[in-house]
């Protein structure tokens, strides 16, 4: 028993010891914001560009599959297949013409979320059939997918106020 006695006061103190380690600090991921919102940039262009081309598929395929679009006046269109038809019925207007621009975008430094904030134009025909603008800004969150590319979880375009 006396031997037993050395061998436990050894376990307990470097079971104590062990506690009282202090935990190592969590390591903060690289900071890539800059390439990330370089990358969002350049997916902004290609995007818009594809609104140029009146490619609804490929314009659709900027969002992810659950991504929203959050038009005035109407339901949220939810989901690539909806945003993708939306978009393709838009696109068949001889006047239909959408160009955005970021502004300003920002990403996380987990690299997980961004957001843009920018501005847009669109024009379609008006009831008489005559081309009508419409500007406003808008705000889209962007969030990675499985394969580490930037896609737009929510899009949320608002008018400019009427012209007085």
């Known amino acids: 028993m006396k031997n037993l006695v050395p ?4 376990a307990i103190a470097l079971a104590i010891a062990g506690c009282a380690a202090e935990a190592p600090a969590p390591v903060e ?3 890539n914001r800059a390439a990330d919102e370089a990358a969002i940039r350049a997916a902004i262009e290609e995007w818009s560009a594809s609104a140029k081309a009146k490619d609804a598929e490929k314009f659709a395929s900027f ?26 019925m838009m696109m068949q207007d001889p006047h239909f013409d959408l160009s955005f621009v970021a502004d ?11 957001y843009d904030i920018g501005t847009y134009s669109l024009t379609m025909s008006d009831p008489e059939g005559q081309p009508a603008t419409q500007t406003g800004g ?4 962007w969030t ?5 590319a930037w896609k737009v979880r929510a899009d949320v375009p608002v008018s400019d106020p009427p012209a007085e």
Do not use: C, F, Q
């Open 63 to 88: 969002y992810t599959e659950d991504g929203v679009l959050m038009l005035e006046k109407m339901a949220n269109l939810e989901g690539i297949p909806a945003i993708r038809d939306a978009h393709a």
């Open 144 to 148: 990675k997918d499985s394969s580490g």
């Open 29 to 31: 991921p690289p900071d």
């Open 138 to 141: 808008y705000l889209v969150v």
């Open 104 to 114: 300003t975008v920002v990403a996380a430094r987990s690299g997980e979320m961004a």
């Open 7 to 10: 061998g436990v006061a050894l």
